[in-house]
């Protein structure tokens, strides 16, 4: 042991004379390991990614070994029993030794009285409550709807999104289960129209949630982005105060399965032209639904009058020409737009927070953003 040590240590003190010789330190000479809190791929990149950020890269990885059937190949009852990237998260922090954020909130369960509004659910809108603990009194207000494609996610899958918008700004979060369509129901506008209930119900009853009427913010992932814009517009068209501010994540705003990011990213994970189609294709009565107003954002919808918005949007991502288009639009119809692309990161990232650093800087931005509209 003591030779042993002893040569160690005469090889130590030889690298250090080199170093020295050549006029840099011992440290510098050394190849870094990867940052050891950081959950790595074990893999190459994809090769439509070359340059994807590597804890997105482990996720995307984890996310693609659970095989799951195509969603093309399954029914709507089949698709929302696959995995999804929260469950890729959940897998890699348990095979890391490392738990997901908990931040302290208070969580409860409402539903929205049937058909709150004239198209809104006949049975009611569940909805989640995220309640910042610690503080008295009213509180701003984010009305939030996740991802799927109007065909699949959930109040659990996008429960890391309503979490950290709840713990980063301090307002109370109102998560929307609506609708969800299949073969035969639900379709356009189901989603939509339930969508603007819960924001009117919220708006409603905003004194026995303990909400601040004139802070009342939406907030929607994807096809959730896309129903954020689409309330604002609703409640300019029937008359209702508008929210004070949109966060939009890589929303769907157009109804153009060929625009660049659409055939550079055509079988992009966990995003593709694929997948839309098939989400598409199970919510839209017919084709001409994608060139409705509420879906078509970028060359149908009048923008006019809308709250600012902020754009979160991903560099991987099928959606990401759409998420640019509606930045321009909104900012020619004089709406205030802050648009940020997280390069290396794919769609559904915003919600990898526990794994992946950038997704850490989008809630913060978002968070930020969402502050200053509530002042």
């Not at 002893?6 to 050549?22: D, E, M, P, Q, Y």
């Not at 539903?111 to 049975?123: C, E, F, K, Q």
Request: charged residues 15%.
């Amino acid at each position: 042991m003591a030779r042993r040590l002893s040569g160690g240590l005469t090889r130590v003190l030889l690298l250090a004379g080199v170093a020295v010789a050549l006029g840099g330190s011992l440290t510098s000479c050394r190849v870094e390991d990867p940052e050891p809190n950081l959950i790595q791929p074990t893999g190459s990149a994809p090769s439509y990614a070359p340059n994807i950020d590597k804890q997105m890269q482990a996720v995307i990885e984890q996310f693609t070994a659970f095989n799951d059937p195509a969603l093309p190949t399954l029914s709507a009852r089949q698709a929302r029993m696959t995995h999804s990237v929260t469950d890729a998260v959940n897998a890699l922090l348990a095979k890391n030794s490392k738990s997901p954020s908990a931040p302290s909130l208070t969580i409860s369960q409402r539903v929205l009285p049937p058909t709150y509004t004239a198209g809104s659910a006949s049975d009611g809108v569940p909805v989640r409550i995220y309640t910042p603990t610690g503080t008295t009194g009213t509180r701003p207000a984010i009305v939030y709807y996740h991802g799927g494609g109007w065909v699949i996610g959930s109040l659990n899958v996008y429960e890391p999104s309503a979490k950290a918008l709840a713990a980063n700004t301090g307002a109370i979060v109102i998560s929307v289960d609506y609708r969800l369509a299949s073969e035969t129901m639900n379709k356009f506008p189901a989603a939509h129209e339930d969508a603007y209930a819960a924001y009117k119900w919220v708006r409603d009853n905003a004194a026995g949630l303990n909400i601040n009427p004139a802070k009342i913010a939406v907030a929607g992932e994807s096809a959730g982005g896309n129903m954020a814009a689409a309330v604002c517009i609703l409640a300019r068209e029937r008359g209702v105060t508008l929210p004070v501010h949109e966060l939009l994540v890589y929303p769907v705003a157009d109804n153009n399965l060929n625009t660049t990011s659409y055939n550079t990213y055509a079988n992009a994970v966990p995003l593709n032209r694929a997948g839309i189609q098939y989400f598409t294709g199970l919510y839209f009565n017919s084709p001409a639904d994608g060139d409705n107003r509420l879906i078509s954002l970028v060359d149908v919808a009048d923008l006019r009058g809308l709250p600012t918005t902020t754009i979160i949007a991903a560099e991987i991502d099928p959606l990401q020409t759409e998420g640019m288009s509606l930045r321009d639009k909104l900012t020619a119809a004089g709406v205030s737009v802050d648009y940020t692309l997280y390069p290396g990161t794919t769609h559904e990232f915003f919600g990898t927070y526990d794994v992946v650093p950038p997704a850490q800087t989008a809630q913060g931005h978002a968070a930020d953003r969402l502050k200053a509209a509530f002042q």
